[in-house]
DNA sequence: ACATGCTGTCTGAAATATCAGACAATAACG
DNA sequence: CGTTATTGTCTGATATTTCAGACAGCATGT
């Protein structure tokens, strides 16, 4: 953050910034909202700008009409933007439109009343995995996960099961190479990974210890749709020195609960 | 306005329909999205180009934009189209980037588990009020009531303390004359609501029995800014038959709860 | 059978939104 | 003190997007 820009220019996907190229409005705006969600912080203008590649002046001109439209609001005094209060309602909107997904979020909700821990919903997004919700644990000791924020697949548990529709050659074209890269380094063996798809979609269940880090246990279970596929998992994210014999227990809490709001195959 | 769909055309607040004026695409983003959040329910392109007063062709154009980028998405197969997961996202950035307003949500959610009832956030949203976020009763008597919809201030508990601020003179020009009429066709004086007002700045909180519908008990406590002035309240949605021993014990509940959110004024 | 209403996609033309760049203010730095 | 970066606002020109309307396809109703 210290220095000037370096650093800032996210290379844009699918966008070609080839230079002297006029882009529309709309589309400024889908790459504003989408850079501002990757950098999960309130940005200046200006910073805007060089993260979309966008000249200042339209930059400008484009938060102003969000900012009037409560899509985007003000923070602090320093000439910050982020998202605004329209957006939660939007989001709020979307969240409940649906009867299964309003079921979803009660599940969530009583789960994390029920047990303490933190449980997350999780799905895909193009070829990474997100969070799309979840509940923080009230314990002291707090995994909080940034829902929206993209991780490669094979990092989680929940990928492992949300690719089980795939067979071996599918998935090796679906994860891109760099992907395999944990954070600190080490490299999960494709071969390795495509054995642990298998065995999630045997077990109907996945879990990872210290996988994306040193410090948690996850385990997934699969909500399924209409049609049998896996779209979604319900997860608990663990401290990764819970007890075995809570860890199962919560296991088959995770895959009764998951089973509940699968729909039935029609 | 004279063709079949009458009804549909909300006017569009401080914009000036002229025909034959061409409107920018970001202006039109909004107006769709603003347009959907009133609707409250998937819509097909056809109907939304009538409601933002938009020809067809711009219209779709308009929305495939926005469905690839998952800010709509398709709704069942005839063509209907609503908030997509970017939205969801969106909006889960933007409530979770403050403190404050995460400590709001967790004590909505505590709040929630340990009574069982409907509670609410509640704001304003230019001169009409809104529901910010809330959490429905767990009990068979659900009073659900949605995010995002603009209510007549009159109409609710929470609108009482949220023009504390204002003299009886700024409330006159700030409540539209046609708010004072409830849905049941009834009239609320215009004296009587400015005594309530004073009343609620008084008492630090606000109730309302039977008033926007002869079902509910309502009652609002304040959460005030830094600043001390009154942004957001926490609300009860109660069965109007609630017992009164029951009723004193969560209206302390409320008042404490509002108070512990409310920041030290500076 | 026809008439009517809708959807979703194209077209060319005209109106204008996006753009590069200039500008004054302010801040940071040596 | 000058030098170098900022920010936020304007400008005029042109490349682009919005628009009206036509089109085929598929319903529905009489």
Redesign the pocket.
């Known amino acids: 953050m210290s220095d000037?820009?370096t650093g800032l220019i996210e290379t844009e996907a699918g966008a070609e910034p080839r230079?002297?190229?006029?882009?529309?409005?709309?589309?400024?705006v889908i790459m504003l909202l989408e850079a501002l969600l990757r950098h999960r912080a309130p940005m200046?203008?200006?910073?805007i700008a060089k993260m979309i590649g966008?000249?200042?002046?339209?930059t400008?001109?484009?938060v102003?009409s969000l900012l009037e439209a409560e899509m985007l609001e003000n923070v602090g005094t320093?000439?910050y933007v982020y998202f605004g209060r329209a957006m939660h309602l939007f989001g709020w909107a979307y969240s409940h439109h649906n009867a299964h997904y309003r079921r979803i979020i009660e599940t969530l909700d009583k789960m994390a009343a029920e047990t303490g821990e933190t449980v997350q919903l999780c799905g895909l997004r193009g070829n990474k995995y997100i969070v799309l919700d979840c509940r923080d644990s009230s314990g002291p000791f707090r995994i909080s996960s940034d829902v929206g924020v993209e991780v490669p697949i094979p990092w989680t548990a929940s990928g492992r099961l949300l690719l089980g529709h795939m067979s071996e050659e599918e998935v090796k074209d679906f994860i891109p190479p760099g992907d395999y890269k944990l954070p600190d380094g080490r490299v999960i063996a494709p071969a390795e990974f495509f054995s642990d798809v298998a065995l999630a979609r045997q077990q109907g269940f996945s879990e990872t210890a210290a996988l994306a880090d040193r410090f948690t246990w996850c385990m997934a279970a699969p909500i399924r749709d209409g049609h049998g596929a896996i779209n979604k998992t319900l997860c608990f994210v663990l401290p990764v020195d819970t007890a075995e014999t809570r860890r199962s227990e919560l296991l088959a809490l995770l895959c009764e609960r998951a089973r509940g709001l699968s729909l039935a195959g029609s």
């Open positions: 000037s820009a230079n002297g190229e006029r882009r529309r409005g709309i589309d400024r200046r203008v200006g910073d966008a000249p200042r002046s339209t400008y001109e484009i102003n320093e000439g």
